[in-house]
């Protein structure tokens, strides 16, 4: 179960672990909304980024992949690993925002466990939206989590439609932050910008 800590702060901006070894501007949140494969290093062999992650101003826990589809059991060892790389990284000092994903109900048992409620949490819409039925059970987990975690603040890593979200702006503070997909299509619509209150 990831601390109940308020040393996590709403991020400047999001920073992908990929980049986070050459990156100059320390003051953001690494994520790791990547294939999973991009990081699958990380949670078995956590120690070896602390150094790396002390850099910056925190970290939001790993999104391992919930698919649809996916069995069950994995899709339980993939929550377990998001909370217990946040703990490890939280018993070295380093500021933590539990990054949130779910399937389709059948994952609501186990996907909020040990998650503090109040709190500050992330979820990403990237790849979640693309088709219909991938967008109404993203949709459909989003009062779930509302009501589970009574988060303060939830941070939109990704586009954050209106006729996905619009209902429930009212339950919570929201902040946006463009994926690196938008940062680097400006041209078909992409956001360059941080955070969007």
Same mark, same amino acid.
Request: proline share 7%; net charge positive.
């Given at each position: 179960m990831l601390m109940n800590l308020n040393n996590a702060q709403i991020p400047r901006d999001l920073?992908?672990?990929?980049?986070?070894r050459s990156c100059e501007n320390k003051r953001q949140y690494i994520h790791f909304y990547q294939f999973d494969n991009c990081f699958s290093s990380v949670l078995t062999a956590t120690a070896k980024y602390i150094d790396v992650m002390k850099q910056y101003d925190g970290v939001i826990t790993p999104d391992c992949s919930i698919?649809?589809?996916?069995?069950?059991?994995?899709?339980?060892?993939?929550?377990?690993?998001?909370?217990?790389?946040?703990?490890?990284?939280?018993?070295?000092?380093?500021?933590?925002?539990?990054?949130?994903?779910?399937?389709?109900?059948?994952?609501? $048992?186990?996907?909020?466990?040990?998650?503090?409620?109040?709190?500050?949490?992330?979820?990403?819409?990237?790849?979640?939206?693309? $088709?219909?039925?991938l967008r109404k059970i993203f949709k459909a987990g989003i009062p779930v989590m509302l009501d589970e975690l009574e988060p303060k603040t939830v941070l939109i890593h990704g586009y954050m439609p209106e006729d996905v979200f619009g209902e429930y702006m009212h339950r919570s503070h929201f902040v946006r932050y463009a994926s690196?997909?938008?940062?680097?299509?400006?041209?078909?619509?992409?956001?360059?910008?941080g955070p969007r209150v």
């Open positions: 920073l992908p672990f990929g980049k986070a698919l649809i589809g996916q069995s069950p059991c994995l899709q339980q060892t993939n929550t377990y690993m998001n909370r217990a790389v946040g703990f490890f990284l939280q018993k070295q000092g380093i500021p933590v925002i539990p990054n949130i994903r779910w399937g389709d109900k059948s994952t609501y $048992d186990f996907c909020f466990l040990g998650v503090p409620r109040n709190g500050i949490v992330c979820i990403s819409t990237h790849g979640c939206l693309r $088709d219909k039925n690196e997909y938008e940062r680097t299509h400006p041209e078909n619509g992409g956001d360059t910008n």
